[in-house]
């Protein structure tokens, strides 16, 4: 079996105040699609940022077999935060250099922009639906468009590894649509690994192949889409201290 992709072992994390991770192991492998849910709270974003490097927890991470702190190839892995809208409005950027820094993190930054990446910022913008605001400064769109320009930013690198922390957040449903779709294409081939936090599961689970579940910073449940929908509400619900506040049922499914 190939290496993960991402490895974590034995990871916590401790804000000032508090213990936030507690013991996470896990491993994505190439091709996988994870999602992690849990309540607020629970950690999501924490895990993210500590896999991104953004934050320095206890025990080990490896990106594409190389330990956190040797890795260097980030163009590989793109990635679009809970609030990619809190963009610093005042910063003098347009729609379509924000997408363009996309390509950047794999050119190098003082390569020019050739013809066919011209195209590649056109298709991205064009698939969240701001091809038409591409001369606008970032700053001045809503925080939804705001958030389509972070996710087009991140479709333009065809990226190996996508890390996704509830991306359409504020973003209108018709987006939200089309931005799975696009998924869904570009998780085809299986070459590509996704990682998603997101409050859908429903919504999403055709595309996932594999949840963690985190509870109070602790892994509540690590396994395949097919195992988590046969574990019944009686123990998901065991997993949680206030019963009551996860509802299990098959929903509507995209
Ligand atoms: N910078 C910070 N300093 C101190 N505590 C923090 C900080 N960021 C987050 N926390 C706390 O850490 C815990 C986990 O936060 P985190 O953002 O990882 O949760 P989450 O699962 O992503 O939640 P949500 O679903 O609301 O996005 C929360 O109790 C949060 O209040
Ligand atoms: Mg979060």
Redesign the pocket.
Same mark, same amino acid.
């Given at each position: 079996m190939s290496e993960p992709i991402i490895e974590i072992n034995h990871l916590s994390y401790d804000?000032p105040?508090r213990r936030?991770l507690s013991d996470i192991s896990l491993a994505v492998r190439q091709g996988e699609f994870l999602a992690i849910v $849990?309540e607020? $709270?629970? $950690?999501?974003?924490?895990l993210i940022k500590c896999i991104l490097g953004l934050l320095k927890p206890e025990g080990s991470i490896r990106l594409f077999g190389r330990e956190l702190d040797q890795f260097d190839e980030w163009w590989r892995i793109s990635y679009v935060s809970?609030k990619a809208a809190s963009f610093n409005s005042g910063f003098p950027v347009t729609v379509e250099e924000v997408v363009e820094m996309g390509l950047y993190a794999k050119k190098g930054l003082f390569k020019r922009l050739k013809k066919g990446d011209r195209t590649k910022v056109r298709q991205a913008l064009e698939t969240v639906g701001m091809w038409d605001r591409r001369s606008s400064k970032v700053g001045d769109l809503s925080g939804g468009q705001q958030q389509r320009v972070f996710i087009a930013r991140a479709l333009v690198n065809d990226p190996e590894l996508m890390i996704l922390d509830?991306p359409t957040v504020g973003v209108d449903q018709r987006y939200v649509k089309e931005f799975y779709e696009i998924l869904e294409e570009l998780r085809a081939d299986k070459k590509r690994t996704f990682v998603l936090?997101t409050?859908d599961i429903h919504f999403v689970s055709r595309l996932v192949t594999d949840v963690v579940h985190?509870i109070d910073g602790k892994l509540g449940c690590n396994c395949g889409i097919k195992e988590y929908w046969e574990l019944d509400e009686k123990e998901i619900r065991s997993l949680y201290p206030v019963p009551g506040r996860v509802l299990v049922h098959e929903g509507e499914r995209v």
């Open positions: 804000y105040d936030v $849990g607020n $709270g629970s $950690g999501k974003s924490t809970q509830e936090v409050h985190l």
